[in-house]
Nanobody, 129 residues
Framework: VQLQASGGGLVQAGDSLRLSCAASGRTFSNYAMAWFRQAPGKEREFVAAISTSNSMTLSGDSVKGRFTISRDNAKNTVYLLMNSLKPEDTAAYYC???????????????????????WGQGTQVTVSS
């Protein structure tokens, strides 16, 4: 599967932004999806994940209550709605996909980058104070 992230930009603290990640090449609904981010000089950080069934989501502690992940399987797209942005949210944001082959894993979520097989190219989000 190929992933194309978009929607990043330069915003002010307190603003909102919605990232999109369009998938192509395979059946999108068979992939668990996630967003990660990486700021210069820092390790990659888990942001949010969503199951193939669209029924389960998980957010990282630093974004909980502000960021929401969602997906539209009909549009082969996963979204990240980011509210109340802070300067510390400045980073390159990457979407990732994991193929789920077992039916019992349809509601599973993974939060380690090592669990994802496919990555988008990243979209930059810069939040000014």
């Amino acid at each position: 599967v190929q992933l194309q992230a978009s929607g990043g930009g330069l915003v002010q603290a307190g603003d909102s932004l919605r990232l999109s990640c369009a998938a192509s090449g395979r059946t999108f609904s068979n992939y668990a999806m996630a967003w990660f981010r990486q700021a210069p000089g820092k390790e990659r950080e888990f942001v949010a994940a969503i199951s193939t069934s669209n029924s389960m989501t998980l957010s990282g502690d630093s974004v909980k209550g502000r960021f929401t992940i969602s997906r539209d399987n009909a549009k082969n797209t996963v979204y990240l709605l980011m509210n109340s942005l802070k300067p510390e949210d400045t980073a390159a944001y990457y979407c990732a996909a994991r193929l789920v082959t077992m039916y019992f894993q349809r509601e599973s979520i993974w939060w380690s980058g090592q669990d994802y097989d496919y990555w988008g190219q990243g979209t930059q989000v810069t939040v000014s104070s």
